[in-house]
């Protein structure tokens, strides 16, 4: 399956994203966590991102479109995958079906996390991830047995910078204006379906596959 994973800011995209691609068995592609391991690196790709991060403003599309491109040429996606965070406009999701036709492909289904502007800003002023495994955990809905640390790996837990709370406002004021209209532009394509993403991570993944299994070959 092909599938794109779409939701404002702290929907609970990297969360799901992790459980489904696990159950899938495909590849979860996330442009959020490729910056991110770019920044951390100091690669020229993470010091050009940086400053859009930072600012909570998208990277220019010429740059993550590129990116993507690359990630998707790669063997492990030719069989299917997920993509946590791409596109994030129009023309990211023109380009992207371009791309995929060129290559005889097409996206199976894009899954829609909805969630109220409310409970993002609680999910993103809580949300703490490991720094060795990027595990994403949350300091009251989903806290780790040790403050800090990572139950999964021991790794140390870290605050994302762009998870304050002036650049979490401006997240969402660019998600509405730039990303949200793919809602109509996948609804329109007749691949679009959304689910009710509150309540526990569990009931969300179960509701999550429940959606995706008419898709499934
Ligand atoms: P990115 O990393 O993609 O950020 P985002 O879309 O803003 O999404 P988040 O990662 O903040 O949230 P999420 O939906 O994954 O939520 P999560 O699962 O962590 O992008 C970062 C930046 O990179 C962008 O601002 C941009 O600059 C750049 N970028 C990325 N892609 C780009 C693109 N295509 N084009 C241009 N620029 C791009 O959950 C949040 C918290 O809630 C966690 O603590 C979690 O534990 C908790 N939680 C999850 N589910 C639940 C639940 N059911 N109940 C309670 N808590 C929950």
């Keep these: 399956m092909r599938i794109v994973l779409v939701g404002p800011p702290g929907a609970g995209k990297g969360t799901q994203a992790q459980f489904i691609a696990s159950h899938l068995a495909i590849p979860k592609i996330s442009t959020g966590d490729i910056f991110r ?6 690669t020229p790709l993470g010091r050009q991102a940086k400053e859009y991060m930072d600012r909570g403003d998208l990277v220019p599309d010429e740059v993550t479109i590129a990116m993507v491109r690359d990630r998707l040429g790669e063997e492990d996606a030719q069989d299917g995958f997920l993509l946590d965070g791409f596109p994030r406009n129009v023309p990211q999701a023109e380009t992207l079906k371009k791309q995929l036709m060129d290559w005889d492909q097409r996206l199976t289904v894009v899954l829609e996390l909805v969630v109220d502007e409310d409970e993002v800003v609680r999910r993103l002023s809580g949300r703490r991830t490991c720094r060795r495994c990027e595990h994403v955990w949350h300091i009251m809905f989903d806290p780790p047995t040790r403050e800090g640390i990572c139950d999964a790996c021991g790794g140390e837990l870290f605050q994302r910078d ?3 709370e002036e650049t979490v406002r401006h997240r969402l004021e660019v998600y509405k204006k730039q990303t949200a209209p793919l809602v109509s532009y996948y609804a329109d394509e007749g691949i679009l379906i959304g689910i ?4 526990p991570v569990e009931e969300v993944t179960e509701r999550a596959l429940a959606a995706l299994r008419p898709f499934a070959r």
């Design 37 to 42: 391991y770019n920044v951390s690196q100091g």
């Design 162 to 164: 762009d998870d304050r």
């Design 196 to 199: 009710d993403a509150t309540g």
